[in-house]
């Protein structure tokens, strides 16, 4: 047998997958239990949704840990990955594309995101025995780019929205004589 002429297929097939840092990903996926977390709070309500939120929001923040690729391209960053991997089913890279994954953040905006993040890190905090006897999280300074001209603050779901406005950060701002309220 040759390259020109190989011989009758056999029993195999081989098929090649990248795993890259996914499965260090999926561990601490797995004991924070974020998987079941997302379930919960995004669950698939419409039949007709061909790619559940928790899948999307996992992929999404997956791809932000490994992969940087825009929404529009989240389908061919995840093509050469094992799709279980990815917390995909078979055939769900096929449907990746911008505007399925893009509803995904709408149903997050619309969900219980304190609680769901409050139970994500006390489930860190046990699984991992963080210590928190000294851990201060300073959320005071915000700083996006882009342009916002729809964000007005108006109400979305019941809920409040950001504003965004003009400003200096606090930890920006000259020490003497002038003071930036949160």
Not at 23 to 31: A, Y
Not at 67 to 82: D, H, I, K, S, T
Request: charged residues 15%.
């Amino acid at each position: 047998m040759d390259a020109a002429n190989p011989g009758p297929p056999g029993p195999f097939e081989l098929s090649s997958r990248r795993l890259g840092g996914l499965p260090l990903v999926n561990h601490f996926w797995h004991r924070a239990g974020l998987a079941g977390l997302l379930v919960r709070y995004l669950p698939a309500t419409d039949a007709r949704v061909r790619l559940a939120p928790a899948v999307a929001v996992r992929l999404v923040v997956t791809n932000l840990l490994l992969g940087r690729a825009p929404l529009y391209g989240l389908g061919e960053w995840a093509a050469p990955f094992a799709p279980g991997l990815l917390g995909l089913a078979p055939g769900e890279v096929e449907v990746l594309n911008d505007d399925r994954v893009g509803r995904a953040p709408e149903q997050l905006f619309d969900a219980d995101r304190a609680s769901l993040l409050t139970e994500l890190m006390l489930s860190v905090i046990t699984e991992f025995g963080v210590a928190t006897a000294e851990v201060h999280n300073d959320s005071t300074s915000i700083s996006v780019h882009g342009v916002y001209r729809g964000a007005t603050g108006a109400p979305r779901g019941g809920k409040p929205t950001p504003v965004i406005t003009f400003g200096i950060p606090r930890t920006t701002a000259p020490t003497s004589n002038s003071w930036c309220g949160s």
